[in-house]
């Protein structure tokens, strides 16, 4: 699948990054013989320099984009056999676990967030999607849904993007500074098990995927942004 | 009364239309339908479909709730977006909020409200069409392709990054029906190719955010593209150079072929090949000459001489002499060797000449005797001398039965003469034509053996049975032997042999199968040997000399590997045999060849030690050992 070799790429120059960042401090403890240092040390900051982080941006709102294309696809799936009036009838649930985190509302909100902020709003909303997946994931095995092997896939599939993507911005953040790094907790607590009758799973189903939508275009909102910021030497794509 | 009644029921219809209009007011419908849409994500605008009106005058009203919120507010802006909308501006649109927005259509009689809808301004973007589309015709080397180019629409921020744009182009040709769609990613820009020439196109660009709906189409661009003729050099270069090659390799092989090829498109046209026809007379057209010229004076032919039909040629080899007399007595040769045995010739192999075992077939015995006595031939050597003029005569007699016999058979055979006679016996020339019908039996055994020259027999020499000794050379030896010697010879088979092998030997260039053979020089290898085929396992030829003591000399001192060939055969049926050069010995004879010669008439050229026989035995010197007579040329029995 295309996301997944984008997500493997994006993953390996991110490791690549990591190594280069984690090489350079070892090497530094060490105090390796002169000569040998200096050449480690060129070939460091060669490869450092290898993936500039305009491409990194690139990477991670590519996948972030195909994250969000997939949750997209999984709330149709829902409503396509979930009967309307079934959740018109039910109360509305609680707010999303992620609606705690302060984000732009609007474009000039989001556009005044400074790059750093934007980055630790994305990983903290990744990060927070972690458990809600595994959760998704479990359940989505036993949905009482005629396109639950469908749904589960897509589910597995996102969780896959998302570790990718987790991954990416880690190496992302790391040189954005420490703000950067700096993650939200948002724990879920909505408990592994959905319900136990079948409108109850399925309603809960359904707005954990929503929730899950909505999140995962932030994500992607964010990175994009961050991604035209950094773009300054290809002013096309923005 | 008819006026009342009238204003009643006019009065009566009044009220019950009054009345229909009355109960005609209801509550407005449901208004349904409500969609909305965010060109920037910024604003974003509802619209809904009103439904009945009741009959009354129904306003609409838009309220919404966002989420986590009770608070009902309403549309802002019922006017910017047009009739049964509703505009939220800036101000009022959030992003990641939904908005629960209810339509209510309310008249006199009531209100209806519409469903709820829940809507996230992110997930409603539809951005405007592309603006700014620019279509230029681009001259590139008489290949002109459009250039297409846009601006994003004005509303979007494309450039922040709030809204990512991906666009599309679409084309098509005036008068056509068929759109072509062309994605242009997040470019701006767009080439087109493979234009039709003179043709003009309408171009229109659309565009589409990351996650939402597609624009309208932007209005079409006309361009019309110049005329130009799509001068595909390259393809017709590779034509011409394809069909050229085509057409060399074509040329070529009919050009090898080209015999074969006129051959067979024209067909060679057999031309008259009358004998005595003149093609150049025909083409005159002078009928007296033609049809004089078809009458052949000799034909049938009249003569008796058969001969003349018959041409016979014997390979001779002689190893030193080297001019053959081919002009002496050609006629002789010819009348001598036409009938000679075609069977044995210089080419033929072994078996192409009377083999001894083919004399001693034909011989009935007397061969084998011959041959079995072919050491006793010494001691019928005594008596040779009378024996060969016997043979002498009696082979001249049978060479003329077996002309005429073989005249009528064997007209095919064309025998050669061999150049080298001297004087051909009539009589060896004839004696061939015993042989059996059809010659291609084979039945003539050569005398000759591997010594002949490499000149192969003509390998239908088989080595016949002992019953197929009638091959050419037998018959003729034998013939020749048994008539002049019928009894005589039987004692000296040795003689017959001899003779035979010299036969063979002459006769060994026969033709045997009719084709004319070529004469041979003398310069050609000599070494034509005729192999005596005995009964006994000796395979020699003994030669019974002239004279007794010379054969006997002779047969002695050649047992072991005399040669003797038979030089020529003389008009008086003079046997001249060759010694072989390298018997010294046998040139101890050559005083007697010599007379031998002289008598048989043999030209001077005779230089190798030519051991003639003047006699017929005598002169067959026998090379016992090898058993072979070399017979250069046809030996003639020179006649005393």
């Known amino acids: 699948m295309q996301q997944k070799s984008e997500k493997r790429q994006l993953g390996q120059r991110r490791n690549r990054l990591r190594t280069c960042r984690t090489d350079k401090r070892t090497m530094a403890q060490r105090r390796i013989s002169g000569g040998k240092l200096f050449i480690t040390v060129v070939y460091l900051v060669a490869m450092c320099r290898a993936v500039p982080v305009n491409d990194l941006l690139d990477r991670a709102s590519q996948r972030s984009d195909k994250m969000h294309s997939l949750s997209t696809l999984l709330t149709q799936e829902m409503d396509s056999h979930f009967p309307p009036y079934g959740r018109m009838q039910m109360p509305r649930p609680a707010d999303c676990h992620t609606s705690a985190l302060q984000t732009p509302n609007d474009k000039e909100q989001a556009l005044q967030v400074s790059e750093s902020d934007l980055m630790s709003l994305a990983r903290s909303l990744l990060q927070a999607w972690v458990d809600p997946l595994a959760v998704l994931s479990t359940s989505a095995i036993t949905l009482p849904h005629p396109s639950k092997s469908s749904i589960s896939s897509k589910i597995q599939e996102l969780q896959e993007h998302s570790k990718s993507l987790g991954d990416g911005l880690d190496i992302l953040s790391g040189k954005m500074g420490p703000s950067a790094q700096a993650i939200s907790f948002l724990p879920y607590t909505g408990g592994t098990d959905l319900g136990q009758d079948r409108v109850t799973i399925l309603n809960k189903f359904n707005f954990l995927l929503s929730c899950l939508r909505r999140d995962s275009h932030k994500i992607d909102s964010f990175l994009k942004v961050l991604r035209c910021r950094a773009a300054k030497l290809q002013p096309e794509l923005c | ?640």
């Open chain 2, 1 to 640: 009364m008819k006026k009342v009644g009238e204003v009643v029921l006019l009065w009566l219809l009044i009220l019950f239309i009054q009345n229909a209009a009355g109960e005609g007011y209801s509550p407005p419908g449901k208004p349904t339908n409500i969609s909305c849409r965010s060109p920037e994500k910024e604003t974003f605008t509802c619209w809904w479909k009103p439904g009945s009106d009741g009959g009354l005058p129904t306003t609409y009203a838009l309220y919404y709730r966002k989420e986590g919120s009770q608070r009902v507010f309403e549309c802002p802006d019922y006017k910017t977006a047009g009739k049964n909308s509703c505009f939220f501006s800036k101000n009022v649109t959030f992003v990641w909020v939904n908005y629960n927005i209810t339509v209510v259509a309310t008249n006199s009689r009531g209100r209806a409200f519409s469903d709820p809808v829940d809507i996230d301004v992110v997930y409603i973007v539809k951005p405007n069409p592309p603006e700014e589309v620019v279509v230029n015709v681009t001259e590139d080397k008489d290949w002109p392709f459009l250039q297409v180019s846009w601006k994003p629409p004005k509303m979007a921020d494309t450039r922040s990054g709030w809204i990512t744009l991906f666009y599309e182009v679409r084309l098509k040709l005036e008068n056509k029906n068929k759109w072509e769609e062309v994605s242009a990613g997040q470019r701006k820009t767009l080439q087109i190719y493979s234009l039709r020439s003179g043709g003009t196109y309408e171009v229109q660009v659309r565009c589409k955010p990351d996650h939402g709906f597609w624009s309208e189409w932007s209005p079409s661009s006309r361009v019309k593209v110049p005329e130009y003729f799509p001068q595909e050099r390259s393809m017709w270069i590779l034509i011409v150079v394809f069909a050229a090659f085509i057409l060399v390799i074509f040329i070529w092989m009919v050009y090898m072929n080209f015999h074969s090829v006129k051959r067979y498109l024209l067909p060679p046209v057999p031309g008259p090949k009358i004998k005595g026809i003149d093609k150049q007379l025909l083409k005159s057209g002078k009928s007296e000459d033609i049809f004089s010229s078809l009458v052949v004076s000799d034909f049938p032919p009249t003569t008796s001489n058969y001969e003349d039909f018959l041409v016979q040629y014997l390979e001779v080899y002689v190893p030193e002499e080297r001019e053959l007399i081919m002009d002496e007595g050609k006629d002789l040769q010819d009348d001598s060797f036409k009938t000679e045995n075609s069977t044995c010739d210089n080419d033929s192999g072994r078996g192409s000449c009377d083999s001894h075992t083919l004399l001693t077939d034909k011989g009935g015995g007397d061969k084998e005797d011959g041959q079995q006595s072919d050491q006793e031939g010494s001691q019928a050597e005594a008596d040779t001398k009378s024996q060969e003029e016997a043979l002498e005569e009696e082979l001249l007699a049978c060479s003329h039965e077996n002309l005429q016999s073989s005249n009528i058979s064997n007209e095919k055979e064309k025998v050669k003469s061999w150049p080298s006679l001297f004087s051909p016996l009539p009589q060896y020339s004839l004696s061939p034509v015993n042989r059996p019908n059809p010659p291609k039996t084979g039945q003539q055994h050569c005398l000759s053996d591997s010594l002949f020259t490499p000149n192969s027999m003509p390998s239908y020499f088989t080595q016949p049975g002992p019953s197929t000794r009638k091959g050419f050379r037998s018959n003729y030896w034998e013939c020749s032997f048994d008539h002049k010697q019928s009894h005589p010879l039987h004692p000296q088979s040795a003689a017959h042999e001899h003779l035979q092998a010299q036969n063979d030997l002459n006769t060994a260039h026969v033709d045997y199968m009719g084709a004319p053979l070529d004469v041979h020089v003398l310069n050609v290898r000599p070494s034509e040997y005729v192999e005596v085929q005995r009964v006994s396992v000796e395979d020699g030829v003994l030669l019974h000399p002239i004279s007794p003591s010379q054969e006997d000399s002779r047969t002695l001192s050649h047992q072991t590997e005399d040669y003797s060939r038979v030089r020529m055969v003389n008009n008086d049926n003079g046997l001249l045999l060759l010694q072989r050069d390298a018997i010294e010995e046998e040139k101890s004879m050559c005083p007697y060849q010599e007379d031998v010669v002289s008598r048989a008439s043999i030209t001077p050229t005779l230089q190798n030690s030519v051991t003639g026989i003047n006699t017929a035995l005598p002169i067959l010197d026998e090379m016992a050992a090898s058993g072979y007579i070399d017979t250069a040329t046809m030996f003639g029995l020179p006649t005393h």
